[in-house]
């Protein structure tokens, strides 16, 4: 599955925010350390346009496709020298695909800061400080070992230490490398080998009180950091979020409506969640199932079909395919066929975001 793990300092709110994405009940506690296994909770992507398919076919289910949540423990000033709960959280956060920086903007006095204080500005630059001293560590590590086979001639490794000894400054000065100038080809193969935090792709949930959307300089200065990086800031009431995951449906339409809001803000998260992860949607939709699948941008039509099985993808023939608009628009796959809108596309063809899809293969 693809992974999102969620870091930040403790006390912000992420145990809060991993409560109500997955319900699970761990205990949230005012408590820096409370968190100390990773946990993982499997969170389905909310999509209005599945229910939108759903009404026309009249399936007897409707599967939403899934993203994965890790909350990530203990990650403190000094993290990538040992201190809080040590290393241990690095190893957490490599194995994941993207990072949710949980950043704390509300002010009370009954929930302890770790530093006293809240200064978003502060704790970011703790966190970005940590993963990039622990990418330092592990570029230098690398990098000994590399440089022997360097010296025998091994080609990879020329190539890899050049690329090594390009990023050490900025990892030197602590910064994360995802604000570096490096081409594609040089992201893919140093995350391939290396697992860097900093390259991962990141984005800021802005925790705050329930006054706190509007007119919030705190959030402002997360917004700012934000920006300055091209990174995506959502802003959440983790604690509301936690109360609104424990309504049954119809309370929780009711108190959404009487907060003005027409859906949870974790569906928020989730979305940016999945949209960091460079996921996107396909569809099936028959008389059993209307049925979210997730595949990365640029999948090819096989891929998409091996995500169903493997089988699909080996004895792909083609794919007949209806944009997710038009199936809307011709009331179905009826419709769309007779308008001339069902399309069949073969081996080369890239999914689209929405494509409703139909494999034909070979068994
Ligand atoms: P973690 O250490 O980052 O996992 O933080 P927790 O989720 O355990 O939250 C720490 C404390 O802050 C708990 O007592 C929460 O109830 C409280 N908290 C979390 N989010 C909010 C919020 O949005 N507003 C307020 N006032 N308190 C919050």
Redesign the pocket.
């Known amino acids: 599955g693809f992974k999102c793990g969620i870091v930040?300092?403790?006390?912000?709110?992420?145990?809060?925010?991993?409560?109500a994405l997955t319900k699970a009940g761990i205990?949230?506690?005012?408590?820096?350390?409370?968190?100390i296994e990773p946990n993982t909770g499997v969170v389905p992507v909310p999509d209005p346009r599945q229910d939108a398919l759903a009404a026309i076919v009249k399936p007897e289910r409707v599967v939403p496709t899934t993203m994965e949540f890790v909350?990530i423990?203990?990650l403190v000033a000094g993290a990538s020298k040992g201190e809080g709960l040590g290393n241990q959280f690095l190893a957490n956060i490599r194995e994941t695909d993207a990072i949710a920086h949980?950043v704390?903007?509300?002010?009370?006095d009954?929930?302890?800061h770790v530093a006293n204080k809240v200064d978003p500005v502060a704790d970011i630059e703790v966190i970005n400080t940590e993963l990039a001293l622990a990418d330092l560590d592990s570029v230098e590590k690398q990098l000994l070992k590399l440089q022997k086979k360097a010296k025998g001639q091994d080609k990879e490794a020329i190539v890899q230490v050049e690329v090594l000894q390009r990023i050490l400054p900025h990892l030197n000065e602590a910064k994360p490398l995802r604000s570096m100038a490096l081409s594609e080809d040089e992201k893919r193969m140093l995350d391939t080998h290396f697992h860097l935090m900093t390259l991962k792709p990141t984005m800021y949930i802005a925790?705050?009180?329930?006054d706190?959307f509007f007119n919030n300089p705190l959030l402002d200065q997360v917004t700012r950091i934000a920006e300055a990086e091209g990174a995506q800031v959502v802003a959440?009431?983790?604690?509301?979020?936690?109360e609104i995951a424990e309504l049954e449906d119809e309370e929780r339409d009711e108190f959404l409506a009487d907060l003005g809001m027409d859906e949870p803000g974790l569906n928020k998260v989730i979305r940016a969640g999945y949209e960091l992860l460079g996921l996107h949607t396909y569809f099936t939709a028959g008389v059993k199932e209307v049925r979210a699948w997730t595949v990365r941008i640029g999948a090819t039509a096989p891929q998409a079909a091996g995500v169903i099985h493997t089988d699909f993808e080996k004895g792909f023939i083609r794919a007949e395919t209806i944009a997710y608009n038009d199936f809307i628009q011709y009331k179905g796959e009826q419709g769309a066929k007779e308008a001339g809108k069902m399309r069949l596309e073969g081996k080369e063809y890239v999914v689209k975001d929405g494509d409703v899809m139909h494999f034909r293969f070979n068994v």
């Open positions: 930040g300092l403790p006390n912000v709110g992420k145990s809060t925010l991993f409560n205990d949230a506690e005012n408590f820096p350390f409370c968190t909350d423990a203990g949980v704390r903007c509300f002010d009370n009954n929930v302890i925790n705050v009180d329930e706190g959440i009431c983790n604690k509301l979020e936690s």
